[in-house]
């Protein structure tokens, strides 16, 4: 919002019902935050008390990540956890009668984030189709491209569930325009290319690349891939709608507890 308008203004044809909440949630904040869990790490239990305690401290939008063994997009933390949730025996139908109980207990908007191949394994029909059942709202897939996985996206519109697709500051213009014209719910920025949970330098670079993101988005925006510090989502103010927060958050778990969590989340609000 700046000058007292929305930053996606002008834009609200044809979108999704998520993304149409986004921007309505957008008129009453500067900014929405997302957060992050990877589900079944450490376990369900903190899973379940980490959403609780989003919605006290006013998170908007909850990223649940399905375990993968191979996550290409995370950084080591992430890629840990995964690996011990997986240890641990997570399932995917664990993942989805997780979200269940979620969706049903908090207002949080909830996405799945998760790997192509677990789809394929599960079925992609059949995942759409029950993560939508669940109340999950959309799916950020990073290795699934519309041109290549006509299966997905047409069980997404089926289902009336947003598949989110993820651009950096690498993309070419021309298939940035593509991918903005793609994704529903919202554009997800990813602030640097490489892998979550590395420190990044917001500045001019970052801000030209969110310029052109929302030149071609109708949909809102989201950043994430480094968004660590309150002074990293007051950069994000009038640049973004959505700030991610993944990383950081396990960060504080593992070091502090959820008491610090808490503090660290209140913290984030500009």
Known sequence: MKDGKLLSSEKTHNISTLAQEILEKRKGKPILLMAHQILGYPDFETNYEMLRLFQECGVDLVELQIPFSEPIADGPLFLKANQKALERGVTVEQCLDFAQKVTRDFSLACVFMTYYNILLQYGIERFVETARSVGIRGLIVPDAF?????????????????????????????????????????????????????????????????????????TPIAVGFGVQHPEDVRYLVNKSDIATVGSAILNVLEAEGTPGVRNFLLSLRP
């Open 146 to 218: 519309p041109e290549e996985s006509e299966e997905y996206f047409a069980a997404c519109r089926q289902e009336q569930i947003d598949p989110i697709l993820v651009a950096t500051p690498y993309t070419p213009v021309k298939r940035l325009e593509y991918l903005a014209n793609e994704t529903e719910g919202f554009l997800y920025c990813a602030a640097r290319k490489g892998v979550t949970g590395s420190k990044t330098s917001f500045g001019d670079a970052t801000t030209d690349f969110l310029s052109r993101c929302r030149q071609y988005a109708s």
